[in-house]
């Protein structure tokens, strides 16, 4: 099987900008969830999507959106960027409760 | 509260065996995991346990898990520098789907 696919890998923006990533979990797989990883703060949780419906949320503004299609695939969105929204968004998918496996992740830079 | 700790550095020499240490707080932890990442890259999945559970082994890779002390780890046998990365401990919740929460990661050096 395929595993989590993330585009794309690498983006530049400017603050004020909005940007939209995607991700594509593995076949047969409902759940998505992201994750912002930066130096400072680790890894924190975004939002998990099942069944094209938000099913938690982390502590992020809502300038962090998210949703699910039909097909599982996810898009989450950032509006009004700022420079602290630079950081490595990671994805991941899972099919029960027991796993969770992560894409490549895309690399935002805010300048 | 969300506090997963780990250390942050471990240097080891090549053939030794490794062990990377984690704490949490939460005692409705279900699942806690391993994950490893190399620069640039995202998380690989290395290996997980149930709460249920004492030990796991998966071929060079035993998980500790002492559910008294919140306490687990992570062995690696016969370190290869090819393990040279960042290991990351992380629990999931009951009743808190897909959000798993993260130690800030250990380093971890292996010397040829």
């Known amino acids: 099987k395929a595993g989590v696919t993330q585009t794309p890998r690498y983006l530049i923006k400017t603050r004020g900008q909005q940007v939209t990533l995607s991700c594509s979990p593995i076949?047969?797989?409902?759940?998505v969830s992201w994750y912002q990883q930066t130096p400072g703060q680790g890894l924190q949780f975004l939002f998990e999507y099942f069944s094209e419906t938000q099913r938690n949320k982390g502590n992020f503004p809502g300038r962090f959106s998210g949703r699910q299609f039909s097909n599982s695939r996810s898009e989450m969105n950032v509006s009004t960027l700022e420079l602290g929204d630079s950081a490595l968004y990671l994805c991941?998918?899972?099919?029960?409760?027991?796993?969770?496996?992560f894409g490549p992740g895309t690399r935002l830079l805010v300048l | 509260g969300e506090d997963v700790e780990q250390s942050l550095f471990l240097s080891v020499r090549e053939g030794d065996s490794s062990v990377i240490n984690c704490t949490y707080t939460d005692s409705s932890s279900t699942y806690l995991y391993w994950y490893k990442q190399e620069p640039g890259a995202g998380l690989q999945l290395l290996t997980y346990?149930?709460?249920?559970?004492d030990m796991k082994q998966d071929q060079r890779l035993t998980v500790l898990l002492n559910k008294k002390d919140k306490h687990l780890s992570l062995r690696i046998a016969d370190t290869q520098t090819g393990d040279s990365a960042i290991y990351f401990c992380?629990?999931?919740?009951?009743?808190?789907?897909?959000?798993?929460?993260f130690g800030q990661g250990t380093t971890l050096q292996v010397k040829p």
């Open positions: 991941a998918s899972g099919q029960g409760k027991e796993t969770q496996y």
């Open positions: 992380a629990e999931s919740r009951s009743g808190n789907t897909g959000k798993l929460i």
């Open positions: 076949s047969g797989h409902r759940s």
């Open positions: 346990i149930f709460s249920n559970m």
